[in-house]
Each structure stands twice: as structure tokens, then as C-alpha cells.
């Protein structure tokens, strides 16, 4: 067990729907990592918060937006969604630098 | 970007078979890590080796950073082993933003 958590573990919904997949870090943690993975891309960076701040964004589509709350749980919305927008998603958490990253179970999300 | 690229991509080996995988990136890095996701999709860390070599039970790594390459070794292979394996690393300088490679798919067979 990593002590990262992420909800729901499954997500089944139409094209054009709107999804939020939540992540709570491990304890001490204040930086969250959202990562996809899908067949075509493989695993790929999509956006990093820190102590609620955006600190880095990856190839995060415009109809996806994340934040990240006082509590240090994050959210990463997806809207509009598409049949290509399927995949596992994985919240990580980490510190401040370039220490371990710690992975969540993952949502896998299906678009139908 | 930086660029991570692994070898072989597949793997087949017979229980108790030991086996050595590799990680090659393009640029300087300040971390490396080695993951490995098991069937039902979880990545479960193995290894966080910028430099130098660690070792835990069967498995050991080692990354030659002015080599710019890691290796990977499991030894007397067991079929819980199956999976596929993922190194990853961030730029060194840069934003710790991991780049995963495209995997390795170890298949063990009893």
C-alpha cells in the first residue's frame, strides 16, 4: 500500500460527459502528480500541485483541469469527454523536490 | 524533453531464470525510479536509484549516471514476477515531472 488513494477505482460514462476523479496523498506529502495512461500513449505527465499551487502541466488536454485543496486532496475534472479519453488515470505524491514518487491504485476510466 | 527508451521490450523466462532489464535516457537525471505494474494495473515502486546500486531480496538496480543507463536484475525469477516494468526519470534541473519509458513485459512461466 502506497498511502495514496484514489476514487472511484472504476468510471463507466458517455461521450460528452463530465467525470472527477479525486486523490488524497500520503501523509507529509504536499505535491500531487496526475498521470494517464492509455494503449497509444503510454504513461504520460499530465499536471503537478503543490501546497494547492499548479507547478507543472504536461500534455493535459484544455477540456481537462485539476486543483488541489487546503487539505491537499486533489481533484482532476474531465469534461467533454471522448471514446480516446479512456484510460487509467494515477494520481502520485511527492515532496518538494525530486524525491520518490508514490502511485495510487488508479482510475480506470471507460468512455462508451 | 528528456527521452526514456527500455530494452527488451518483451521478456519470456522459465521460473527460476534470472533476467536483466534496461533503462537508457537521454539527458543528465537527478532521480530514477523503477516500477513494476502487476496485472490488475497497480504500479508498485521498486526502486528510487539516481546513482549507484540498491538492492532488495531478488531484485537489485544499478544506474550509471555519467552512462546515462539503468539496469534492473531479477534473479531466480517466480511467476508473481510477471508484470510489466517501468523505469522513469525527470530532467535533471528541471521540474520533477516524471517520463516513463514504454515498458518492459516480463512473462514468467511455471
Known amino acids: 500500500d502506497s498511502g495514496v488513494t484514489q476514487t472511484p477505482k472504476h468510471l463507466i460514462t458517455a461521450t460528452g460527459q ?3 476523479l479525486r486523490c ?11 498521470y494517464q495512461q492509455s494503449l497509444d500513449q503510454g504513461l504520460q505527465f499530465l499536471i503537478q500541485y503543490y501546497n494547492g499551487e499548479e507547478r507543472a502541466k504536461g500534455n493535459i ?17 474531465l469534461s467533454s469527454l471522448e471514446l480516446g479519453d ?6 502520485a505524491s511527492g515532496g518538494s523536490g525530486v524525491e520518490t514518487q508514490y502511485f495510487g491504485p488508479g482510475t480506470r476510466l471507460l468512455v462508451l | 524533453g528528456i527521452q526514456v527508451e527500455q530494452s527488451p521490450p518483451d521478456l519470456i523466462l522459465q521460473e527460476g531464470a534470472n533476467s536483466t532489464l534496461r533503462c537508457n535516457f537521454s539527458d543528465s537525471v537527478n ?6 505494474q502487476n496485472p490488475w494495473g497497480q504500479l508498485i515502486n521498486l526502486f528510487y536509484i539516481p546513482s549507484g546500486t540498491k538492492q532488495n531480496g531478488r531484485l537489485s538496480a544499478t544506474t550509471v549516471a555519467t552512462e546515462r543507463y539503468s539496469l534492473l536484475y ?37
Open chain 1, 86 to 91: 479512456s484510460a487509467l488515470y494515477f494520481c
Open chain 1, 24 to 34: 488524497s496523498p500520503r501523509s507529509g506529502d504536499l505535491s500531487v502528480y496526475w
Open chain 2, 74 to 110: 531479477i534473479s531466480s525469477s517466480q511467476t508473481t514476477d510477471s508484470g510489466v516494468y517501468f523505469c522513469a526519470a525527470p530532467k535533471a534541473g528541471a521540474n520533477s515531472k516524471l517520463t516513463f519509458g514504454k515498458g518492459i513485459t516480463l512473462s514468467v512461466r511455471p
Open chain 1, 61 to 77: 488536454l484544455e477540456r481537462f483541469s485539476a486543483q488541489q485543496f487546503p487539505d491537499l486532496h486533489s481533484e482532476l475534472n
Open chain 2, 31 to 36: 532521480n530514477l525510479q523503477w516500477f513494476h
Open chain 1, 18 to 20: 463530465r467525470v472527477t
